[in-house]
């Protein structure tokens, strides 16, 4: 049995037979390619019997957290185009054509956080996401319109080609005056997740595939719920009597009670004769609290597969120390394959060189923004190593710059190892300890000495004489008021 087989039966067995959409016999029509299948006399397909994981998953709470959690957070980075300049830094380009995409908008109905949280929506729901460049006399691509990942096909023509059938956008559908689109590769920017090499390179697979026997498993329990709760008349307890009913005594008195307990009578008094008397149980039985606990584990298994930390969900274990610990685990893991995944799309699109000569990057100190203690804490830091100058810290928090504050500082002792032979090592002398008295002069110069040499330094060491004397006369006078 097949792997298509495996996962139809799988399917229908989690769903149930279904009245609209349930599995007919051929030909099956193919909305895509306005094409058919054929006549094999068996499901060739599991999507062909209606049931998709994009379906079932999108009735879970755990999903849409886990989809929001990445189109939010996405939405929320604002990108910027660099190029790397000959000083080894690099520089903020403002005239490019990507520049302009990522700063005012890639159309004219959508801001790029509307672009980008729709995208990566689509890209972590269907494993891909499609837009349609569209350029101007230049070339440039001057608006991009995002596309229905469940409309769009990569194909390849008879010359070995690869182009894009488009479709599920409205306004261009609306502008263009048709349903479907053709464009070629260059004029798609299109971003996929994991792809099957054997079956087709070209198409990403999203992580509700690996999670179905948890989305499975989270529907049945749900389910069960549902119908469990939805009999108004169950009680906290159980009706016992010690008389002998037969079939249909039981049958008789359970009627009564739901006609007691449902329906209009929801909340009333129901009143027990034949010896009937209410016997009361648990709140919550081994059974419910073993419901719980599979209800916790797919959660948390659908979480693992999307690599989203529990304690950003509100899930598992409690939060970490700080945000900045709990964003930087996520940037190291699923978000920032996420966001570079998205800046290598856009860097194809646009013909880029690619890091680190010129690429695109979304900048991750969004994401603290309201974590203002650890935000203002590194950049005390990074100014006080000398890594960022005084204005580039302001100018981060939105503060003008101010005189002087353009340079790089470091503290006094922070010394290169060859500047340490030119430091005094000799010890400093003790607060109040007299200094040493210099040398005597050296003996009366000999004949030939220019005059006035002798006595300026007769002059200067009666200067010194002076001065050791009032030091000793403050001294004595600190003692004697000591």
Same mark, same amino acid.
């Given at each position: 049995?097949?792997?298509?087989?495996?996962?139809?039966?799988?399917?229908?067995?989690?769903?149930?037979?279904?009245?609209?959409?349930?599995?007919?016999?051929?030909?099956?029509?193919?909305?895509?390619?306005?094409?058919?299948?054929?006549?094999?006399?068996?499901?060739?397909?599991?999507?062909?019997?209606?049931?998709?994981?994009?379906?079932?998953?999108?009735?879970?709470?755990?999903?849409?957290?886990?989809?929001?959690?990445?189109?939010?957070?996405?939405?929320?980075?604002?990108?910027?185009?660099?190029?790397?300049?000959?000083?080894?830094?690099?520089?903020?380009?403002?005239?490019?054509?990507?520049?302009?995409?990522?700063?005012?908008?890639?159309?004219?109905?959508?801001?790029?956080?509307?672009?980008?949280?729709?995208?990566?929506?689509?890209?972590?729901?269907?494993?891909?996401?499609?837009?349609?460049?569209?350029?101007?006399?230049?070339?440039?691509?001057?608006?991009?319109?995002?596309?229905?990942?469940?409309?769009?096909?990569?194909?390849?023509?008879?010359?070995?080609?690869?182009?894009?059938?488009?479709?599920?956008?409205?306004?261009?559908?609306?502008?263009?005056?048709?349903?479907?689109?053709?464009?070629?590769?260059?004029?798609?920017?299109?971003?996929?997740?994991?792809?099957?090499?054997?079956?087709?390179?070209?198409?990403?697979?999203?992580?509700?595939?690996?999670?179905?026997?948890?989305?499975?498993?989270?529907?049945?329990?749900?389910?069960?719920?549902?119908?469990?709760?939805?009999?108004?008349?169950?009680?906290?307890?159980?009706?016992?009597?010690?008389?002998?009913?037969?079939?249909?005594?039981? #049958? $008789?008195?359970? &009627? @009564?009670?739901?006609?007691?307990?449902?329906?209009?009578?929801? !909340?009333?008094?129901?009143?027990?004769? %034949?010896?009937?008397?209410?016997?009361?149980?648990?709140?919550?039985?081994?059974?419910?609290?073993?419901?719980?606990?599979?209800?916790?584990?797919?959660?948390?298994?659908?979480?693992?597969?999307?690599?989203?930390?529990?304690?950003?969900?509100?899930?598992?274990?409690?939060?970490?120390?700080?945000?900045?610990?709990?964003?930087?685990?996520?940037?190291?893991?699923?978000?920032?394959?996420?966001?570079?995944?998205?800046?290598?799309?856009?860097?194809?699109?646009?013909?880029?060189?690619?890091?680190?000569?010129?690429?695109?990057?979304?900048?991750?100190?969004?994401?603290?923004? #309201? $974590?203002?203690? &650890? @935000?203002?804490?590194?950049?005390?830091?990074?100014?006080?190593? !000398?890594?960022?100058?005084?204005?580039? %810290?302001?100018?981060?928090?939105?503060?003008?710059?101010?005189?002087?504050?353009?340079?790089?500082?470091?503290?006094?002792?922070?010394?290169?190892?060859?500047?340490?032979?030119?430091?005094?090592?000799?010890?400093?002398?003790?607060?109040?300890?007299?200094?040493?008295?210099?040398?005597?002069?050296?003996?009366?110069?000999?004949?030939?000495?220019?005059?006035?040499?002798?006595?300026?330094?007769?002059?200067?060491?009666?200067?010194?004489?002076?001065?050791?004397?009032?030091?000793?006369?403050?001294?004595?006078?600190?003692?004697?008021?000591?």
């Amino acid at each position: 049995m097949g792997l298509v087989d495996r996962l139809t039966r799988m399917v229908s067995s989690v769903v149930g037979k279904a009245t609209e959409g349930a599995w007919h016999p051929p030909p099956y029509n193919l909305p895509i390619t306005h094409g058919w299948l054929g006549d094999e006399g068996r499901s060739m397909n599991w999507w062909q019997n209606g049931h998709t994981p994009r379906l079932y998953g999108s009735q879970l709470a755990i999903i849409e957290a886990c989809l929001s959690a990445y189109s939010q957070t996405v939405a929320m980075c604002p990108g910027a185009h660099w190029r790397a300049n000959s000083k080894g830094g690099r520089d903020l380009v403002t005239t490019s054509a990507l520049s302009r995409i990522l700063r005012g908008g890639p159309n004219d109905y959508q801001t790029i956080s509307d672009f980008l949280l729709n995208a990566t929506r689509q890209l972590y729901y269907d494993g891909n996401a499609y837009a349609l460049c569209l350029r101007n006399q230049r070339f440039e691509i001057e608006e991009m319109h995002l596309m229905d990942a469940r409309y769009c096909r990569a194909q390849i023509d008879e010359t070995g080609e690869i182009f894009y059938s488009l479709g599920g956008n409205y306004v261009l559908q609306n502008r263009l005056g048709g349903a479907m689109t053709r464009a070629p590769a260059r004029d798609v920017w299109h971003v996929k997740l994991h792809s099957d090499q054997l079956r087709n390179p070209l198409r990403g697979e999203s992580p509700l595939c690996a999670a179905f026997l948890d989305i499975a498993t989270a529907m049945i329990t749900r389910g069960q719920s549902a119908q469990f709760y939805q009999n108004q008349a169950k009680p906290g307890f159980v009706l016992s009597t010690d008389l002998t009913l037969d079939k249909d005594q039981v #049958s $008789a008195a359970r &009627d @009564r009670w739901n006609e007691q307990t449902t329906g209009a009578n929801i !909340g009333g008094t129901p009143i027990l004769t %034949a010896g009937l008397k209410p016997v009361q149980i648990p709140m919550i039985t081994y059974r419910d609290a073993q419901l719980v606990e599979t209800m916790k584990l797919s959660d948390q298994e659908i979480a693992m597969a999307f690599r989203v930390p529990l304690a950003l969900l509100g899930i598992g274990s409690g939060p970490m120390g700080s945000t900045e610990a709990l964003m930087q685990a996520w940037v190291a893991s699923g978000l920032g394959f996420c966001l570079n995944h998205i800046e290598l799309a856009f860097d194809q699109t646009f013909a880029l060189d690619g890091q680190p000569d010129e690429y695109s990057e979304f900048d991750t100190k969004a994401l603290l923004r #309201s $974590a203002f203690k &650890d @935000r203002i804490e590194g950049l005390a830091r990074a100014t006080q190593g !000398g890594i960022m100058s005084p204005n580039e %810290a302001r100018n981060s928090e939105d503060l003008p710059d101010v005189k002087f504050g353009d340079e790089p500082r470091v503290q006094q002792q922070v010394v290169p190892l060859s500047a340490a032979e030119a430091i005094p090592t000799g010890p400093p002398h003790a607060p109040g300890k007299i200094p040493p008295a210099p040398p005597p002069p050296s003996s009366p110069p000999a004949a030939g000495t220019p005059p006035g040499t002798n006595a300026d330094a007769r002059a200067a060491y009666k200067r010194i004489v002076r001065s050791r004397t009032r030091q000793l006369e403050r001294r004595a006078e600190y003692r004697l008021l000591s």
